[in-house]
Every structure is written in C-alpha cells, then in structure tokens.
C-alpha cells in the first residue's frame, strides 16, 4: 500500500520532542516490523488493530529519522503496567540509548511523541470538534477543580488530555486515578509535581485536535537481557573470586 503523509506537530517553545501525526490506515501485520502477532491477535476490533498497526508504523518511521535504520534489531517490550518501551533484541550487543516514546490514536488519526533517553513523555489527543456530556467530568476531576470546569466547560479537553499525558508519562495508565491529577489551565508550559515526579506539562492546538505532552527526568533504561546477563556475572565474579567461565586446564609437570 502507498504510504500516508506524515505530518510534523510544533508544540510551542520550550519542548525538545519529535511529534509526528499520520491517518490511521489498514496496514498489514508483515509491513510493520515492531508490531508483535502475539499482541495483534488480541484485538477484538479492527479499529483497534488499524490504529495499533499505524501507531507502530509511525514509530518504525521516526525511529528510521533517529538513526534506526535496521528495524529488525530493536522491539517493543511493556513492563507490569503495559508501558511500552524500546529495546534491542536479544544477540544484538548494541549499548546506543534508545529513544523514549509515546503513541496515542484519536479521531481516525495517530500521533507520536519521540524523545531521548533522559526523558520520560506521555501524549494525548482529541479532536476540537469533540463534546464530553458534563456528567462524566466527575470522573476526571473533583472539588475545585470539578467546580471549575462545570464553570468553564471550553477546558475539559485541556484537562482531559493533560491528565491523559501525565498517566502515560509516568508508566502508570488508569492505575493513577485521573481524579488525583489537577491541570493548570492555561495554553503554554505548565510545571507540575506529581508521585514525586516533576512533570513539564505543554498544552496547544493543532491540525484541528487538542494536544497534550508531559514529559519528565529519567534514567535511561539497561534492562535489555544483555545488559542484564552482564551485570549479573559482574556481580558473581565480586561476590565469589573462585568463580570462572569455561573448562580448567592444568598443565603437565606442573
């Protein structure tokens, strides 16, 4: 199939992220090398593939402008949240720090948010032309904050999409009660704290959707297997001097 234009979000000044936006399409399983089957066959709907599917097709794509050429090397893993990171497949001896990454599907279209390896990013969408009914904004907010947008219903999606960003940002999804994070209102950079995390939260307009990226201070990742089978036979051979790889040998005569 021809390849979708992918389009180049700018959020406003201030943030060192790739954002990069295509149509949702009905890709197939063997043209997107970082889709799993596995995962794919879990997938009740189509619409739920299709927006899978081009969410890791945009990836492959920013990670080929990276400086990933070799798709075949690296894989989406999730942790015990189901957050998704990059990694390099076991037998690959590569050490370059992958990206940080973060995909999110509205509206018939898909977005990503692409970052180093220092920072953590979550990202949301919603299309401008969307409606929420007021009885479920208590299920994103309360008190104040829940007062305010009854008050102000034209900030529910700024609000929607920033709680939506921060879950994502921190590798925690629903498991953070979106009730427990409070947006500042307000188009630009927001700072806030959260779960001991200071989080830079950006909110803006583009390409006719709503837009929010939070993004955080991290430790790169080592928890590919080699990395992981190294550090374990450093930690043995400190912890036990007699202890060695391969066959002894002794020498005749000696």
């Not at 945009?58 to 070799?70: I, K, P, S, T, Y």
């Not at 529910?156 to 921060?166: P, R």
């Not at 583009?206 to 992981?228: I, K, W």
Request: charged letters at 25%.
């Amino acid at each position: 199939m021809q390849a979708p234009e992918v389009i180049e979000l700018t959020p406003p000044d201030g943030t060192d992220v790739t954002l990069l936006a295509t149509r949702v399409d009905d890709w197939q399983l063997a043209d997107v090398p970082l889709a799993q089957p596995a995962e794919v066959a879990t997938f009740v709907t189509n619409k739920r593939r299709h927006e899978h599917l081009t969410g890791r097709w945009l990836l492959g794509q920013a990670l080929r402008e990276w400086g990933v050429n070799d798709l075949s090397v690296v894989e989406v893993v999730r942790d015990e949240h189901r957050a998704p990171s990059l990694v390099y497949i076991q037998g690959v001896w590569k050490r370059t720090d992958l990206p940080n990454f973060s995909i999110t599907h509205s509206g018939g279209m898909a977005f990503l948010a692409l970052t180093h390896s220092g920072r953590a990013v979550g990202l949301d969408a919603e299309p401008l032309d969307r409606r929420l009914a007021e009885n479920a904004y208590d299920m994103m907010a309360k008190g104040g904050e829940l007062d305010s947008l009854r008050v102000s219903p034209q900030h529910v999606f700024q609000a929607w999409t920033g709680k939506e960003a921060v879950q994502k940002c921190l590798g925690l999804g629903m498991r953070l009660n979106p009730r427990e994070i409070e947006i500042p209102i307000g188009v630009g950079i927001k700072n806030i704290s959260i779960e001991n995390s200071k989080i830079q939260l950006v909110y803006w307009t583009d390409e006719g959707y709503h837009l929010s990226l939070a993004s955080r201070s991290v430790e790169p990742s080592r928890s590919d297997p080699e990395e992981r089978m190294l550090e374990e036979t450093r930690l043995a051979m400190q912890a036990d001097p007699n202890w060695g790889v391969g066959c002894k040998t002794q020498r005749k005569g000696a």
